[in-house]
């Protein structure tokens, strides 16, 4: 009986990561132009990086969220109306931080800037931003 119990007292308890995802995604906001206050929804949205697969196809939407390439120093990201294709980069520097033994690492991206030629997207906002650690609230409005 001595025997089990020490058994079970050195056992550790597991280590579950409660921050998922750990990475944050980039989150677009889509904007009328007129009326910059309002949302408008995208309404045939296309997303595709180049070389990867659509990411969103034939969608409905006034929010998109985007994963960025954490090895690399540039993403970009080809954003369809249904009747034009906008670029969009996104530069920045991925930054590890130290999460939790459960949780591993995750990837910050710091000093970050947004370029875009403007063909049914009419404007954006911010151009920049010093980090990107969370997402919880959108990071880009854009206006259309």
């Known amino acids: 009986m001595g025997f089990l119990s020490i058994i079970i007292t050195s056992c550790e308890k597991d280590d579950y990561c409660l921050k998922n995802p750990v990475t944050p995604n980039l989150i677009l906001r889509f904007y009328d132009d007129s009326n910059r206050k309002t949302l408008k929804s995208v309404e045939e949205l296309y997303v595709w ?32 109306n249904g009747s ?5 980069t996104i530069t920045y520097t991925p930054e590890e931080e130290f999460v939790s033994r459960s949780c591993g690492f995750k990837i910050n991206f710091q000093e970050v800037s947004f ?27 854009i206006y259309h």
């Open 49 to 80: 990086s180049t070389g990867k697969d659509s990411i969103f196809s034939n969608v409905k939407s006034d929010s998109i969220y985007l994963p960025l390439n954490s090895n690399t120093t540039k993403t970009v990201y080809h954003l369809s």
């Open 84 to 88: 034009s294709v906008d670029t969009f």
């Open 115 to 141: 370029s875009s030629d403007t063909f049914w997207i009419q404007d954006f906002t911010p151009s920049s931003l010093t980090t990107i650690d969370s997402q919880n609230a959108a990071h880009v409005q």
